[in-house]
């Protein structure tokens, strides 16, 4: 013979419900746990693309119309013309060193290298201290890069001797 069971009371929740609750609510949370910061680290490696394409096509633009124009100095006491090699070589060396850490804000450092190139985009170079120490060195570069259409990038980057990068572009 079957035994029927009583009849839940309305209003009143049993153990089955409040747990069923609890795990959909901690798969929800597991999952944005999980998954924000893959999203995170896709939004960085699309914006990192696009500033490569940017970087990419001043370049190119400036090896057609006569190179890229450099200014040293905290009022732009020097001025020279680089040459398509030194060009390629800093294209070279900030593409090796990877994306970098993305920053909001610009060092204070007065003297920096700033690069003009013939479509408008700006390229700024300073020496700065890197906050997360790498095991190599305590100062790295910081970029910042204007596209030709006002698009801006920052990022520091330990993976860079900025001296000798400085001393390639002489």
Known sequence: MKTERPAKPKGRKTKRDVLLAVSVIA?????????????????MGHDYRKYV?????????????GGLTATCGPYGDTEWRLTNEQGSHLYT????AGMGKPQKD??????SLFLTFPDGAV??????????????RDIGLFVRFTSKDG???MYDTDRV???????SLK
């Open 27 to 43: 798969f929800i949370v597991i999952l944005c746990v999980t998954t924000l910061p893959l999203a995170q680290m896709i939004k």
């Open 53 to 65: 394409d940017a970087f990419t096509d001043s370049l190119n633009d400036a090896r057609k119309k």
């Open 93 to 96: 060396v900030l593409l090796d």
């Open 106 to 111: 610009m060092p204070d450092w007065e003297d």
């Open 123 to 136: 390229m700024s170079l300073w020496m700065t201290e890197i906050a997360e120490k790498s095991r190599e």
């Open 151 to 153: 698009r801006v990038w």
């Open 161 to 167: 001797d900025p001296e000798k990068l400085f001393e």
